[in-house]
């Protein structure tokens, strides 16, 4: 079983950054791809950007590519999402995610949140205009 704790959320300024962080409680074979996700009430849950963190390849979703950063410390076993120029529309609760390198194979697969088996709990971020 793979715990994951996601931390880092607020409240910010629109124009502001965010870094979120996401720290498992093991990286096993069943785990090393890590995606990042964000959902309002009542919303489909969006995915976002997503890390295989054994080759440190990533995927971003195009709703957010250029705004948004991911890096990594395997050692740590933390993966870092970094959102610029935030705006209000970017309010949502973040969850990070993580499954087998399989679900990290292609773009689509990784930003599908269905593919996932692992959640945290989430961490949410609100910009003001």
């Known amino acids: 079983q793979v715990q994951l704790a996601e931390s880092g959320g607020g409240s910010v300024q629109a124009g502001g950054s965010l870094t979120l962080s996401c720290t498992a409680s093991?990286?096993?074979?069943?785990?090393?791809?890590i995606g990042w996700f964000r959902q309002l009430p009542g919303k489909e849950r969006e995915g976002l950007a997503a890390?295989?963190?054994?080759?440190?390849?990533?995927y971003f979703a195009d709703s957010v590519k250029g705004r948004v950063t991911l890096s990594q410390d395997r050692t740590k076993r933390i993966v870092w999402l970094q959102i610029n120029s935030l705006k209000p529309e970017d309010t949502s609760m973040y969850y990070c995610?993580?499954?087998?390198?399989?679900?990290?194979?292609?773009?689509?697969?990784?930003?599908?949140?269905?593919?996932?088996?692992?959640w945290g709990h989430g961490t949410q971020v609100t910009v003001s205009s």
């Open positions: 995610a993580a499954d087998g390198a399989a679900t990290c194979s292609t773009s689509d697969r990784s930003l599908t949140p269905t593919r996932y088996k692992y």
């Open positions: 093991k990286y096993t074979a069943s785990s090393p791809c």
């Open positions: 890390i295989y963190t054994t080759a440190n390849r990533t």
